[in-house]
């Protein structure tokens, strides 16, 4: 069975950091495009990373500079590494995988398999 399984999320301050993880099962994530998104309550989800194949990047302009992507070939995961976070940064963040040859940015109609989300919570 092909999934995403993210995880991660959690409460922390101001200006706080955390890890999210959007674990591969079923599939070989190395030819994928994954995606990260996020939807914030009362909001439409929104895209915040994404990493090619190729392992390009891209980073929404509200993200840059504070947020990271990365691959683990070997875990077959994607880590989105959120720093300096702020509490406009609360939100559930999913990953999602490409229809399959494209390249970053990709928008939430070209992404299938969306993982069930993980809770991220900036407060003071």
């Known amino acids: 069975q092909v999934q995403l399984v993210e995880s991660g999320g959690g409460s922390v301050q101001p200006g706080g950091s955390l890890r999210l993880s959007c674990e591969a099962r079923g599939f070989n994530l190395d030819y994928s495009v994954i995606a990260w998104f996020r939807q914030a309550p009362g909001k439409e989800r929104e895209a915040v990373s994404c990493?090619?194949?190729?392992?390009?990047?891209y980073y929404a302009e509200f993200v840059k500079g504070r947020f990271a992507i990365s691959r683990d070939h070997s875990k077959n995961s994607v880590y989105l590494e959120m720093n300096s976070l702020q509490a406009e940064d609360t939100a559930v963040y999913y990953c999602?995988?490409?229809?399959?040859?494209?390249?970053?940015?990709?928008?939430?109609?070209?992404?299938?398999?969306w993982g069930q989300g993980t809770l991220v919570t900036v407060s003071s």
């Open positions: 990493i090619s194949y190729t392992d390009g990047t």
């Open positions: 999602a995988k490409d229809l399959g040859g494209l390249s970053c940015p990709v928008g939430e109609r070209n992404l299938e398999h």
